[in-house]
């Protein structure tokens, strides 16, 4: 499939800025289609000094006359004296909204972000994007059955479910999109973006997890358009999704160990014990527990527990309130605050889910369902905190009623040949995304640099106030100067981690010193994927 750009020649680009600095007003190219990208951008209604606008794509790129959506668009305008262009930015998911992602102007140190025009869209399908995939909202529920299927009935259960979700998104009112939601048909969004906003230049882009994978694959498309790109969180391409996910059942069953021995630590405050093997030892009989007397008006089973738990392997910045909630489950029977965390991450819009299942649907073609529960029960018999749930989350892809379009190859050659520099931020025990991922885009990529938080458990955890960390993306962002490149294959700088919070019973703590607005757009993001 052809580049965007090789096909946008010979038409007239117009482009309306209201006021925004930074591009030009129009751009004149050729091209054999109708379709021109053309922006007209207007103060937000909520924030007058950005600059919003309903951007409009082809539903199709192979039939560019045909049907356009509309993506949701927001920039924030540089404040500094001098510009440094466009800085497109990603919270990855798939299946997040990215227009709260100009807050990056603010949240990068030494206020580098206030020279960049800094751009967050919704993607296809996302949020107030047009249209807008919703498939159940009633698809997580309370109370489910075990997602451990120990009986043929278990199974039955799942699967069914689990189809029945695919199909109410081929019957869903934005069916249409499902054949158009790839990373490719989002990498080309990008670059009708950059072309309408920006024709002239390259651009910068700051993508978190899923978003690390949008860049790596629009900087091996579009090589001449790459200035600077931080990438954090990195997904490694050359085993997305399926073999990632097998990883992540590992690595998420690790951490949770990680996060009890911290709880343990910390016995005076939450009085669970000082053994991690004893914590984990409870939890697991706890699980069983449940499942035959569900907690909390009978709405909180094994499966409950186990997603509200997820979110102390992916961050630390909330331990200290997980560790309480689930100390008052384990200690008193009082279950509000767990499942409190599992209904705010989970229950309600599906749209995030739906998306997500979109795009990785389509992006690649799943296993034969045989060789996943092969792959599920090798897994969870050593690691079972999430093998079984993870399985599931992605098994609509099994029935899924679009067809995948099969994997995107990933190379940064072309591009550091024409001057992309790329920094890659990885924590080594990042269970989402893990660490040899970032080692295999950086060999992929000969002008990046990876900076390694030394045994970090935070996915995607830059800009925590980590100094070491958050020192060299502004550097470079503002410069252009990576960190310098060692020989051999590991990491080009190693930093702490991300510390987690105070133990302080009963009372919200958080680690790090990520602002919390930013630490709530990308929870909400990554936590879909």
């Given at each position: ?268 405050t939450y009085h669970l014990g000082t053994s991690k093997k004893a914590i984990r030892h409870g939890f697991n009989a706890l699980l069983k527990k449940l499942d035959r007397h569900p907690a909390f008006h009978r709405k909180l089973g094994p499966d409950e527990l186990t997603d509200a738990m997820l979110n102390a392997g992916y961050y630390v910045y909330d331990w200290d309130s997980i560790a309480a909630a689930y100390s008052r489950l384990v200690r008193k029977g009082n279950g509000r605050g767990i499942f409190k965390m599992y209904a705010d991450a989970n229950m309600g819009d599906d749209n995030g889910y739906a998306v997500y299942l979109g795009v990785q649907c389509t ?167």
């Amino acid at each position: 499939m052809k580049r965007l750009i090789a096909v946008l020649v010979a038409a007239v680009l117009s482009v309306s800025l209201a006021g925004f600095e930074g591009a030009s007003a129009s751009s004149t190219a050729t091209t054999a289609s109708s379709y021109s990208p053309d922006i007209t951008l207007a103060p937000c209604a909520d924030l007058a000094t950005d600059k919003c606008a309903m951007f409009q794509v082809p539903l199709d790129w192979n039939n560019q006359d045909g049907e356009k959506i509309s993506l949701a668009v927001r920039i924030r305008p540089h404040t500094s004296a001098v510009s440094k262009g466009l800085m497109l930015a990603n919270p990855g998911g798939p299946g997040a909204s990215g227009t709260g992602l100009v807050g990056l102007a603010d949240w990068i140190p030494s206020s580098v972000g206030h020279q960049y025009d800094v751009v967050g869209w919704d993607p296809r399908g996302v949020g107030a994007s047009t249209p807008s995939l919703h498939c159940n909202s009633t698809y997580f529920g309370v109370n489910r059955p075990s997602f451990v299927p120990k009986t043929n009935r278990l199974m039955r259960y799942w699967m069914k479910k689990t189809s029945r979700y695919a199909a109410s998104c081929g019957a869903s009112a934005a069916s249409r999109l499902l054949g158009h939601m790839s990373t490719l048909d989002n990498v080309k969004d990008m670059e009708a973006l950059r072309i309408a906003l920006a024709p002239a230049q390259k651009i910068s882009f700051y993508g978190f997890s899923y978003g690390s994978y949008l860049g790596q694959v629009y900087a091996t498309r579009n090589p001449g358009k790459v200035d600077k790109f931080v990438l954090d969180g990195v997904v490694d391409p050359s085993d997305y999704w399926y073999g990632a996910n097998l990883k992540q059942e590992v690595g998420f069953d690790r951490n949770l160990n990680v996060f009890f021995k911290w709880v343990a630590k910390h016995n005076r405050t939450y009085h669970l014990g000082t053994s991690k093997k004893a914590i984990r030892h409870g939890f697991n009989a706890l699980l069983k527990k449940l499942d035959r007397h569900p907690a909390f008006h009978r709405k909180l089973g094994p499966d409950e527990l186990t997603d509200a738990m997820l979110n102390a392997g992916y961050y630390v910045y909330d331990w200290d309130s997980i560790a309480a909630a689930y100390s008052r489950l384990v200690r008193k029977g009082n279950g509000r605050g767990i499942f409190k965390m599992y209904a705010d991450a989970n229950m309600g819009d599906d749209n995030g889910y739906a998306v997500y299942l979109g795009v990785q649907c389509t992006d690649v073609h799943a296993p034969p369902w045989a060789t996943q529960v092969k792959d599920a029960r090798r897994i969870n018999r050593k690691h079972p905190f999430l093998t079984w749930d993870n399985t599931w989350y992605n098994a609509p892809c099994v029935s899924w009623p679009a067809a995948a379009v099969g994997g995107l190859a990933v190379n940064g050659a072309a591009t550091a040949s024409l001057g992309g520099k790329v920094l890659l931020v990885n924590e080594t025990k990042d269970a989402a995304t893990p660490y040899s991922g970032a080692l295999r885009v950086r060999s992929l990529f000969p002008s990046s640099a990876l900076i390694a938080g030394v045994g970090g458990t935070t996915h995607a955890g830059s800009l925590s106030g980590v100094s070491c960390v958050d020192s060299r993306i502004a550097t470079f962002l503002d410069s252009g100067v990576l960190p310098a490149r060692q020989a051999g294959t590991g990491a080009d700088v190693s930093c702490p981690k991300v510390p987690p919070p105070p133990a302080n019973r009963y009372a919200r703590s958080t680690g790090g010193g990520r602002p919390a607005a930013l630490q709530d757009l990308l929870a909400k993001a990554q936590l879909i994927g």
